[in-house]
T-cell receptor
Framework: KAGVTQTPRYLIKTRGQQVTLSCSPI?????VSWYQQTPGQGLQFLFE???????NKGNFPGRFSGRQFSNSRSEMNVSTLELGDSALYLC???????????????FGPGTRLTVT | AQKVTQAQTEISVVEKEDVTLDCVYE???????LFWYKQPPSGELVFLIR??????QNEISGRYSWNFQKSTSSFNFTITASQVVDSAVYFC??????????????FGKGMKLTVNP
């Protein structure tokens, strides 16, 4: 079974630009969550999508948005990039996103975004 | 709000030493899960263990063992006879209910383990 894939793996952008990152979950998984990892703040939850609907959103500005397609693939978009957006962006897929029902989350390798 | 504290930020040991990674959590949820993940330099988070709030049994898996104590809100991880391949950043995480009806993971800041030959 193929794992979670994220593209691109590395990205360099300039302040003020926008960027789109992609995540393809494990086949059959309908929930995709996104996390941002920075040295200062650690791993922080961005948002979660299930069946094309955003169910939850973390404490991030509106410049961060996402969507999910009917095949469960998800994209996240960051507009008007700032230097502080430089981070490793990880996505995780699971069957339903219900952790307490013991549905496992599987993480992708991440996209490392550098904003200059 | 839920919180996970990993007080140690970095540990360096010599191969074959035992090392314990501490994790303390805060939550008001009655049902929750605790996790440990390993993040090698490649960046991918590798799942190590999940423990639910009703199961305080300790667990051993090869050289890895976990001690869950609800009374002290701790979920510590011990690596016995460490090896160079154990070098990585280790994260403790807690599931947290969200308004959307599902859960997210709340992570500690991570602890970088370096095992020297």
């Amino acid at each position: 079974k193929a794992g979670v894939t994220q593209t691109p793996r590395y990205l360099i952008k300039t302040r003020g630009q926008q960027v789109t990152l992609s995540c393809s979950p494990i086949s059959g998984h309908r929930s995709v969550s996104w996390y941002q990892q920075t040295p200062g703040q650690g791993l922080q939850f961005l948002f979660e999508y299930f069946s094309e609907t955003q169910r939850n959103k973390g404490n991030f500005p509106g410049r961060f948005s996402g969507r999910q397609f009917s095949n469960s693939r998800s994209e996240m978009n960051v507009s008007t990039l700032e230097l502080g957006d430089s981070a490793l962006y990880l996505c995780a897929s699971s069957l339903t996103g219900r952790i307490v029902l013991a549905y496992e989350q599987y993480f992708g390798p991440g996209t490392r975004l550098t904003v200059t | 709000a839920q919180k996970v504290t990993q007080a140690q930020t970095e540990i360096s040991v010599v191969e074959k030493e035992d090392v314990t990674l501490d994790c303390v959590y805060e939550t008001r949820d009655t049902t929750y899960y605790l996790f440990w993940y390993k993040q090698p330099p490649s960046g991918e988070l590798v799942f190590l263990i999940r423990r639910n709030s009703f199961d305080e049994q300790n667990e051993i898996s090869g050289r890895y063992s976990w001690n869950f104590q609800k009374s002290t809100s701790s979920f510590n991880f011990t690596i016995t006879a460490s090896q160079v391949v154990d070098s990585a950043v280790y994260f403790c995480a807690l599931s947290a209910l969200t308004q959307g009806g599902s859960e997210k993971l709340v992570f500690g800041k991570g602890m970088k383990l370096t095992v020297n030959p």
